[in-house]
């Protein structure tokens, strides 16, 4: 069996012999909002732009220790004009923002919340106007919905810690049973995602 899920979801509906080969829970990895968002367009626009906090370490108590939305943000926009020659409408352009964001559980809900932070820094910075719209939004309870076990984190388990990395669960489980996706091993993101696919794949094919 080839489990292409969040490892929470293996764990909550796993045998108990299972549960005893895989090891400890970790920390999730922070979340964020993400929205379409419906710009003016701008013949200066580039195709990727981050606004960091001015703080990463109070930012990082906010999402990690408080497991709140942080009062400054950091904030990705991909304008995808400018990266994929996508066309958008004729005199707007579609932006793609992420706001970091705490993984559930938590206090509230406070999706909506963060992302109107977000959006206003990017106001403050110049980057879309007053009258740019939300057209799309998914917060981390929309991922915790549409991926059960995550918990809404982005990345499976947080690194930040040394051996994080060494803590993750395999990609052989036990023989017979393998995981692939970005909360097993070597981790998060679409290079890594499918580089966990190739690694259960050829386990599976040693155990043949």
Not at 35 to 48: K, M, Q, S
Not at 94 to 112: G, I, K, Q, S, T
Not at 130 to 140: E, H, N, S, Y
Not at 185 to 194: A, N, Q, R, S
């Amino acid at each position: 069996v080839v489990v292409n899920a969040d490892v929470g979801w293996l764990r909550q509906t796993s045998s108990p012999s299972t549960l005893r080969s895989l090891p400890p829970p970790q920390e999730p990895s922070l979340s964020g909002v993400t929205a379409l968002v419906r710009a003016r367009r701008r013949p200066d626009r580039v195709a990727h732009t981050v606004l960091f906090s001015d703080d990463a370490d109070v930012e990082n108590a906010a999402l990690f220790d408080a497991r709140r939305p942080p009062a400054q943000p950091t904030v990705y926009v991909c304008a995808p004009g400018q990266a994929h020659a996508m066309t958008g409408w004729r005199d707007e352009e579609p932006l793609f923002v992420m706001v970091n964001a705490p993984a559930l559980p938590r206090v509230a809900d406070e999706d909506d919340g963060a992302l109107q932070v977000g959006l206003q820094r990017l106001r403050d910075a110049g980057l879309i106007d007053v009258d740019a719209t939300v057209v799309w939004q998914r917060g981390a309870r929309g991922l915790a919905d549409a991926h059960p076990g995550s918990n809404g984190a982005l990345y499976g388990a947080a690194s930040n810690a040394r051996s994080a990395a060494f803590r993750r669960v395999p990609n052989r489980v036990r023989k017979g049973l393998y995981a692939a996706s970005g909360s097993v091993h070597p981790g998060g993101g679409v290079p890594l995602c499918l580089a966990s696919g190739l690694l259960a794949a050829d386990a599976l094919l040693a155990d043949v």
